[in-house]
């Protein structure tokens, strides 16, 4: 596997893992909180040495990992579709925003402003989250379409719940850049599945030996 693979597959990985993160989170209030810091830290790595270090490691990414062998080698039913339709809105939306340099500037003042609230709470306190959701309200979801979040009415409108997903969109935007810059693109995911499949087993594999 080369490296450049193995990072576009982490990054995809990341930016699954948050959908999933949101379909959990939209539907029965409540997510894998390690996965969910995860995607969250990943946020506020801005200056990574490789795509593994902006997770900690791919081990961190488990979820996301088994998440591509699931859609891609298989046909993912019920709420899995919505994980389906999430990562490709953020990936349609990252690719308008990397078009926009003034939004781009705001999404990070918005993620410098999150990251000094570190000094005081853990990433993903309720404050911090406060912060990203909205960040994600002012920049991404001025973008259109806009990500239409499935699930409980009841979580959905509750306010912790509700910025816990906006939060986890800006995380799996996040990884969406990460995916770009990697070189990932919607015409390389949709001609080389079979390698990422194959990709995000293998990683799997290792980190589970």
């Given at each position: 596997?080369?490296?450049?693979?193995?990072?576009?597959?982490?990054?995809?990985?990341?930016?699954f893992?948050?959908a999933?993160l949101?379909q959990?989170?939209?539907?029965?209030?409540?997510?894998?909180?390690?996965?969910?810091?995860?995607?969250?830290?990943?946020?506020?790595?801005?200056?990574?040495k490789?795509?593994?270090?902006?997770?900690?490691?791919?081990?961190?990414?488990?979820?996301?990992?088994q998440?591509?062998?699931?859609?891609?080698?298989?046909?993912?039913?019920?709420?899995?579709?919505?994980?389906t339709?999430?990562?490709?809105g953020?990936?349609?939306?990252?690719?308008?925003?990397?078009?926009?340099?003034q939004?781009?500037?705001?999404?990070a003042e918005?993620?410098?402003?999150?990251?000094g609230?570190?000094?005081?709470y853990?990433?993903t306190h309720?404050?911090?989250?406060?912060?990203?959701?909205?960040?994600?309200?002012?920049?991404?979801?001025?973008?259109?379409?806009r990500?239409i979040?499935?699930?409980?009415?009841?979580?959905l409108?509750?306010?912790?719940?509700?910025?816990?997903?906006?939060?986890?969109?800006?995380?799996?935007?996040r990884?969406?850049?990460?995916?770009?810059?990697?070189?990932?693109s919607?015409?390389n995911?949709?001609f080389?599945?079979?390698?990422?499949v194959?990709?995000a087993k293998?990683?799997?594999?290792?980190?589970?030996?």
């Amino acid at each position: 596997m080369s490296d450049v693979l193995r990072d576009r597959t982490l990054a995809l990985a990341g930016v699954f893992q948050a959908a999933k993160l949101v379909q959990q989170a939209a539907t029965t209030g409540r997510c894998d909180e390690a996965a969910l810091e995860t995607c969250i830290n990943s946020v506020f790595n801005l200056s990574p040495k490789n795509a593994e270090a902006v997770y900690g490691s791919a081990l961190c990414l488990s979820l996301g990992l088994q998440l591509i062998s699931t859609h891609f080698d298989g046909r993912p039913a019920g709420h899995e579709l919505d994980v389906t339709k999430y990562v490709l809105g953020v990936l349609y939306l990252e690719g308008k925003l990397a078009k926009d340099k003034q939004l781009l500037n705001r999404l990070a003042e918005g993620i410098d402003r999150a990251k000094g609230q570190l000094q005081h709470y853990p990433p993903t306190h309720p404050n911090v989250l406060a912060n990203l959701a909205d960040t994600y309200a002012q920049t991404i979801s001025t973008l259109t379409p806009r990500i239409i979040v499935n699930g409980e009415q009841g979580f959905l409108t509750h306010p912790d719940i509700a910025n816990k997903v906006r939060a986890l969109l800006l995380a799996a935007i996040r990884s969406a850049v990460l995916w770009r810059q990697c070189g990932g693109s919607r015409l390389n995911l949709l001609f080389s599945r079979r390698k990422y499949v194959a990709s995000a087993k293998a990683i799997h594999q290792t980190v589970h030996v």
